[in-house]
């Protein structure tokens, strides 16, 4: 099993790996990534409401944001 320090060691690494493949790229690329890191976050961000079922608290079925003490 690996140690904290070895993952954080590992991620660093694979930060400089891509920032260096980033560096090669040509502007055109790097619009290209852009858009499609873009696509992803918005995807990450807003959960699973892009599929048409949004998250909802267990408790209150609210399904704008988990309310105060109903985790």
Do not use: Y
Request: net charge positive; charged share 35%.
């Amino acid at each position: 099993m690996s140690s904290n320090k070895d993952i954080v060691e590992q991620k660093a690494q694979v930060d400089l790996m891509v920032l260096q493949r980033v560096k090669e790229m040509g502007i055109a690329k790097k619009r290209e990534l852009l858009e499609r890191l873009g696509v992803l976050i918005t995807k990450k961000i807003t959960g699973s409401t892009l599929a048409g079922k949004p998250k909802r608290c267990s408790r209150c079925e609210s399904a704008d944001f988990w309310r105060k003490g109903h985790v």
